[in-house]
């Protein structure tokens, strides 16, 4: 999935009552610590958080839309008159990035380096795309009108020009912005003698994930680097590295995960999210070592019985692609590797 607006992450499935509350809603997870859990169908579609400090505010995403980190900015005031004075960004997709524009002025803008360079290489590059494509829909659809004979019919292109120039008003409405302050693989945020680290654990569901990390309250806010309950979004990611990073995040001291998408989860969540990905790898790794091609494993790879409840089903596909993809690169690469000596001589 390219993260083109209009083709983004809307996912559309049910969500459970435990994993979105009322909109305006700040859950409290501790003293100056809450957490925005939304319903991946609004216009908010990812999780954020935000951490009250001595002089200001931290934000941890927000959001997918301008209109949606509005409505988060007036939860803070709700909550707090400190300003905000920090905008945390865990990687570059629109749904956890798009709602900055409410923030614009925000002191300190911070994420990883490949999460900038992928917001202005190929977030905003695809944003001037799908601009482009609406305006010139727009004109070729002025083009039939004038020469559409049948009145209904003239009617009916109207009504659809309406639409698209409302919607192509929305979008030019939208400001990306990308953070200015950016790490490799640590950085510190220090206000009033309290550190609050942010740690880079690798490649994942993206390369540019990082997590926010409270060790005092034992509180981590993880991006997707963990979806609770949801089968993941695959598209950008790689999922042998993301079980890596999975098993440091599960080194930290921490009892609560506050995930991209779905409910605030504990170690046992995690951990369980780990094992979807370890099993889809069980599943995968015997038909990649038999040679069976992608459309065999497709065909018969399904949902494991415990994960059949995880929201997001409709993912499972991309993720057997990707694994299968990543698993025969391994597979290559490691025959790559064997000198003519190792391999058996041909007989004569």
């Known amino acids: 999935m390219r993260f083109v607006l209009g083709a983004i992450l809307f996912i559309s499935c049910s969500t459970s009552e435990a994993a979105a509350v009322a909109e305006g809603d700040l859950m409290k ?11 991946p169908d609004s216009n908010a579609v990812g999780n954020a958080g935000v951490i009250v400090l001595e002089h200001g505010v931290l934000v941890f995403d927000t959001h997918f839309t301008p209109e949606a980190g509005q409505v988060l900015r007036k939860d803070i005031e709700s909550v707090t008159t ?3 004075l920090f905008l945390v960004n865990s990687h570059y997709h629109p749904d956890h ?3 900055n524009q409410a923030f614009q002025g925000v002191p300190y803008s911070i994420c990883s380096y490949n999460t900038r360079r992928d917001i202005l290489q190929r977030d905003l590059p695809a944003f001037n795309r799908t601009v482009g494509v609406a305006e010139a829909q727009i004109v070729k659809m002025q083009k039939d009108l004038l020469q559409e004979k049948d009145a209904s019919r003239r009617e009916s292109v109207r009504a659809q ?9 929305r979008i030019t409405r939208l400001k990306i912005l990308a953070p200015y302050i950016t790490f490799e693989e640590t950085l510190s945020i220090m206000d009033g003698g309290r550190e609050i680290p942010l740690r ?5 569901h993206t390369d540019g994930d990082i997590v926010l990390h409270l060790p005092g309250d034992k509180i981590v806010f993880t ?9 993941p979004n695959s598209q950008d990611g790689s999922l042998l590295e993301w079980m890596k990073a999975l098993e440091r995040l599960l080194k930290l001291d921490a009892d609560r995960f506050v995930p991209g998408h779905g409910p605030v989860g504990t170690r046992r969540d995690v ?5 979807y990905l370890r099993e889809l790898r069980s599943l995968i790794e015997p038909a990649v070592s038999r040679g069976d091609t ?15 409840g995880y929201r997001f089903q409709d993912f499972f596909p991309g993720n057997v692609q990707r694994m299968y993809a990543e698993l025969k690169a391994l597979e290559l690469a490691e025959a790559a590797r064997k000198t003519p000596a190792d391999r058996k001589k041909p007989k004569p």
């Open 161 to 169: 020009i309406a639409v698209r120039q409302q919607l192509l008003g």
């Open 223 to 231: 991006g997707d680097l963990f979806f609770n309950r949801a089968l």
């Open 200 to 204: 880079w654990f690798g490649s994942a």
């Open 29 to 39: 997870l501790a003293d100056g610590i809450y957490a925005r859990i939304v319903d």
């Open 82 to 84: 400190k300003p905000v």
């Open 294 to 308: 992608l459309e065999q494993v497709l065909a018969e790879v399904t949902v494991p019985a415990r994960y059949s």
């Open 271 to 275: 951990e369980e999210f780990l094992g």
């Open 97 to 99: 990035t798009h709602g």
